[in-house]
């Protein structure tokens, strides 16, 4: 631990994370607060030599961990079992080696992890046909049991921290620290992440970072597009599109982005080199990619909404929404379908397989400004004129916060990690834990020069970047990146080749676009109705063996099951088998009466039958 | 043999009878007493029985032609006083019924056979069932499957041990090897040499000469193990080193040779000449190898192979030179590495002769780019810098090429466009920032006009109203109609002190903000009648087949009557219940997504019994990117594996057996 002055009258510590993630602590956390300097003043933050050995380690335990895949978003409906079960046999003892195994038996697992992995209940074997499909699928089980215990044990690799903003005695409240204390308190790397760059000629600016984070594109609505390296701050290319600038968005790779223009769209490459003028993209308002559809989708002024699969360079569909301008818009990433905003507090939801609005909802009073949803497809936030930011369940179309604001939000953006930026006026908001708890105040506050425009979290680094009237400036935010990234999925740090080969995979698994849906499990069911048809003609064909198949699971009705009923069943069975018993006892008693009486009855001779002699 | 007729059987003693009856004649009395002679005076062949054997009816007379012989009628005869044992006999032949059951019809005889065959099939072939059990209920099956005996090759020692020497040569080289005392036998660790040696020694001295022979051995082999390594290591760098620690050695080695021998190092000299000499006139190290070929193809696109190009070009330009500056200081070390096929020998010459090309070059340079000035000024003044570039540059290009006489002349030329077309790029860049920096302030503002009208439905209007939003009454709203979430708490996020510094738009620009948003203030009546219609529009309607005037009078006025429309009203199926149906606020489509509902599975594989349990054997992922690798691994192991280069057998009864010998 080094200790340095703070130049600003408040303290307070941080804790500089292997990756750059800061991590405010409150005075009485840090162990060595005590120790040199006048207590007001100090602050404490990792060595250099302290934080490079930990980075490397971490490197290298991040090479292991980019091999675990979070399988978490699918099926997560399904209710998942949570008892450990036995997958690894006990660890493999050498030769040599005597005695008892000091650990025995496997490795333990937290219930709650493997819950968090389960892929829900599985086949179980009296729904199986053959002696051999029951073996099959019976093993079948044990395999994905077996993934899913790998999956949560790899958990143990996803060890980067998340940064976090936590105040002290003097500084309690956490919205009051501002960006130049922070920069001064992290490491040097770090604070390079918060820049402004200053270009008030150039009218406000929209702005849009590639889906690794890795680079940035910015448009001013004077014609000036740049795209860069922002950590670097390395210029690809910088150009003036003589034209009114819209809306910025990368495409697939950081070698194209496309620009809504004064009339059309364009897309350029990393050169600035103008590859497509998509005409049929005409004066649009915001611009939207879908990245495993390979669907730019656009909202346009005249309220249109078109779908067009890049990879193809083909117009999906195109249609009015007649709702009006759709300038607010945004994407819902867990199943690429797209919220807009409009006036009258309406928030609808759009899918290009369908004309109407997949979802319509009354949200507010008055005309919606910023509709944002996270990135597991949970919740939806939405901010109206009326100064009200409200958060709903998207799945259930449920609102859980409703919050008053200090003006009505323009711009609204959820982090990696679920923060949520609010853009009014001049100043950004960043809110955490929003969606669960209803919070009190914002966690970070941000003053930009003049209005803002666009605000964008820097996926898997604590950065925002904020588009704004005069440029474009980009604020630390402790705890907005997911620190733990899967290289297969997004790399950051990918290399060209990388980058080349993941480009071919995604065409490979493109998803094609008649899948979108709300719920984008649906593809895994049957399509019951169908199927349903096809049974009943069969079982109506006279000479065919009718076909039993069970559509669906009986489930326990709620009320069916409960002790008083249960104990009323149980009570008439009883009557009944006493019953049962009773008479069969009455009936032995009167054919012993009769036996006595007349004599044993004489046993009926069968009639002979043609039939005994092949016995 | 009395005996042996009796037990032929009744038939074929009548048989032999009646033959003999027609043949014989009047021998028949004769023979009849001589078998009788034989026999031992058997008591039931009277004389007067058999001259009574007319009468068939009666039983005794048994030996006609026409009658049966029953071993019951010829036991009747034996007198019942005579001995235990034909007694015995006769009780036994009298319990048993000699009779032979009626033969089956063809049918049944058939399916007893076929009965029987397939029981002792079923037993053979039921012998198979564990086995093909367990090969169809497992995991994986590697094939070749396990057996005791496995073929493999022999190894080189085993086949040494029954080789014979046959052919001369073999026969030869075995002479040597097993003639000589000098090599070691198998087994033995020293040779019949050594070990001579070794007896004529002490035993300290053997000792330590066994130690020395030993280490040598090992140094040997470890020499081997090395030369044999470095043999086959294909790395460029190394390669290169290699090259020139042997060029310089025998630098060192020829100026020794000058101190010492000049007349030999002088010889040695001209006869690297001469190589040089022939290498020269067979052009290699021209372009001809597939490597440069390809360096030539890549150097419009990168500097490296650019670099390497020019590299060879001089290397080339070095060795076509003629080789007369001898005496010229060797100053430098020119690496090049390029190419593999050079030799030592030309890179010594090479070193000799380069500062004289030094020299060459940069003349020739010189006078290249005199040229170049003198077309640029000419061409430059004609036409506009920006479209005539290109062409200008070919031009020149061609020209330069026409006047390059020979090779190296040419690439000079190619390498002088090159740094001018860069040099040109970047002052086309320079210029192009500088305009760039510059249009804004000029340009007119023709570009944006259209940029500000036509802005976000709100978000360009962004300021907020503050202060007019406070004094704004909010219009009065009914709380039922409106479905607002209950249960939820509301949460004053407003920081007094702060949303001061929040700043805003204009006052006018908040009046159209107002007016816009309070343009429909009876948003939630209008959504409520939006989603009955919706409702209503998703419900299937009853369909009314009634006809006015159909059985009943018709025209103005008239009605049909409530009974009739009943009667003719088709209804519509129940609705199912709508998934918004008690959210006031929701409009879900309830429209089933058709484009998706074409790739859905429609029907339930073979195994699975029923749909959930079909939908959960697919409801985890397999693929690399979800799972973990290892349980990928597991996941996608193939059922049946084969080894390359196996043969597979078909099983063999043997296993057959061992199984049930294990079990």
Known sequence: ?615 | MGKKSARKGPRSTSESLSLDQSELGGDYDGFITDIAALEGAPRFLHTDDVEGSHDLATPSATLGPSSKLSLAAMLASVAPEKGREVQKVKAQAQAKEWKLSQPLSDPAAKMVARKALYQRAKADLGQWNALVHSRRAAETLSFPIRTESVNRLETQNEAATHFKAQTPLEREVAALLHGSASTVKAGSELSQREESILSNLSYQEALEKRKELARLRALQSYQEAKMKRQRKIKSRSYRKVVRKQKAKEKLREMEELQKTNPELAQEKLEEMDRTRITERASLKHRNSSKYLKTQAKRAKYSKESQANLQEQLDLHRNLMAKADNEKADEAKENSSDSDDEIDLDDLLLAKHQEASFAVNKNVLKETIMAEQKTTRSSTKAKKTPKETRQAVLKKKAQEQLHLAANIDDLFNVADHIIDDKIRDRCKQKSKKIDDNQEEPSSDPEDAYEDADSRALPMASKDSQEKSTLNKAPLPILDPDRFVAPTDVSVPVLVDSEHEEDIEHGGAEQQKADIIEAFADDQVDIDFSAEKKAAILASKPKDIDLSLPGWGSWGGQGLSISKRKRKRFIVKAPPVPKRRDENKGHLILNDHKNESLRSHQVNQVPFPFKSVASFEASIRAPVGETFVPRVAFKRLIKPRVSTKAGHVIEPIQKESLLKRQKRS
């Not at chain 1, 340095?4 to 009258?9: A, G, I, L």
């Not at chain 1, 290009?352 to 597991?376: F, I, S």
């Not at chain 1, 925002?464 to 474009?472: D, L, Q, R």
């Not at chain 1, 907005?480 to 297969?488: I, M, Q, T, V």
């Open chain 1, 1 to 615: 631990m080094c200790q340095c002055q703070n130049p600003s009258t408040s303290s307070m510590s941080i804790d500089v994370g292997s990756t750059g993630k800061m991590r405010y602590f409150t005075k009485s956390q840090t162990p060595s607060s005590e120790s040199g300097g006048s207590k007001s003043e100090n602050i404490f933050i990792m060595g250099a030599n302290e934080m490079k050995n930990a980075r490397n380690v971490q490197n290298k335990l991040r090479k292991k961990a980019n091999r675990v895949r979070d399988v978490s978003g699918l099926k997560g409906t399904r209710s998942g079992r949570v008892a450990p079960r036995e997958h690894f046999r006990s660890r493999k003892r050498r030769k040599g080696d005597k005695g008892p195994d000091p650990f025995p038996g496997p490795v333990p697992l937290d219930p709650k992890v493997l819950a968090k992995y389960s892929n829900g209940p599985g086949v179980t074997r009296n729904k199986v046909k053959t002696k051999f499909r029951q073996k099959e699928v019976e093993r079948r089980e044990k395999q994905i049991e077996f993934a899913e215990t790998l999956a949560g044990k790899a958990e143990l690799l996803l060890d980067e921290d998340v940064g976090v903003l936590e105040g002290d005695e003097i500084q309690e409240f956490t919205p009051t620290i501002t960006q130049t204390q922070i920069q001064q308190n992290v490491d040097d790397i770090s604070a390079t992440k918060g820049f402004d760059l200053n270009l008030p000629q150039f009218g406000p600016y929209k702005a849009d970072y590639t889906k690794n984070g890795r680079y940035l594109v910015i448009g001013g609505r004077r014609g000036h597009v740049a795209a860069f390296d922002w950590t670097s701050k390395n210029l690809t290319c910088e150009i003036n599109v003589q034209e009114s600038v819209h809306d910025v968005k990368w495409l697939h790779t950081e070698n194209m982005f496309a620009v809504a223009q004064k009339k059309w769209t364009y897309i350029y490459d990393n050169q600035g080199i103008e590859l497509h003028c998509l005409k049929r993209l005409d004066n649009v308002l915001k611009l939207e990619f879908l990245p495993y559809h390979f669907l730019l989708a656009a909202g346009s002024e005249s309220g249109f909404l078109s779908w067009v699969d890049i990879s193809l360079g083909k117009l999906v569909t195109q249609y009015n929404a007649k709702l009006g301008p759709m300038g607010v818009m945004c994407q819902n990433p867990s199943n690429a379908i797209l919220c807009a905003g409009h006036g009258k507090g309406i928030v609808t939801m759009w899918s290009p397989n369908m004309r109407e609005p997949v979802a319509k909802m009354l949200a507010h009073r008055q005309a919606v400004r910023g509709v944002a949803v996270d990135l597991t497809g949970t919740y939806l936030a939405t901010a109206g004129t009326d100064r009200s930011l409200k958060i709903w369940d998207v799945r259930q179309f449920k609102c859980l916060q409703n919050y008053r604001i200090s003006a009505g939000a323009s711009q609204l953006e959820f982090s990696g990690r679920g923060l949520l930026g609010v853009a009014m006026g001049n100043t950004v908001e960043i809110f955490k834990d929003c969606c669960t708890t209803a919070v009190k105040y914002p966690y970070m506050r941000h003053r930009a020069f003049k209005r803002i425009t666009d605000i964008h979290f820097a996926p898997y680094e604590d950065a925002m970047g904020i588009g704004h009237e005069a440029g474009f400036t980009s604020i630390l935010v402790p705890g907005s990146g997911d620190p733990n990234f899967d290289a297969l999925e997004v790399n950051p740090y990918q290399t060209k080749r990388q980058r080349r080969e993941a480009e071919v995979k995604a065409l490979l698994e493109k998803i094609p676009s008649e899948l979108i849906s709300l719920d984008p499990t649906q593809l895994g069911d049957v399509d019951v109705k169908t199927f349903e048809e096809k049974i009943a003609e069969k079982n109506s064909k006279l000479h065919l063996k009718p076909e039993k198949i069970d559509f669906e699971p009986r489930y326990k009705m709620k009320g069916k099951g409960g002790t008083a009923k249960r104990f009323h069943i149980k009570r008439t069975v009883r009557g009944e088998i006493k019953m049962r018993d009773l008479n069969q006892k009455l009936e032995e008693v009167a054919q012993e009466e009769q036996v006595s009486r007349v004599g044993k009855p004489k046993q009926e001779k069968k009639p002979k039958s043609l039939l005994d002699r092949l016995k």
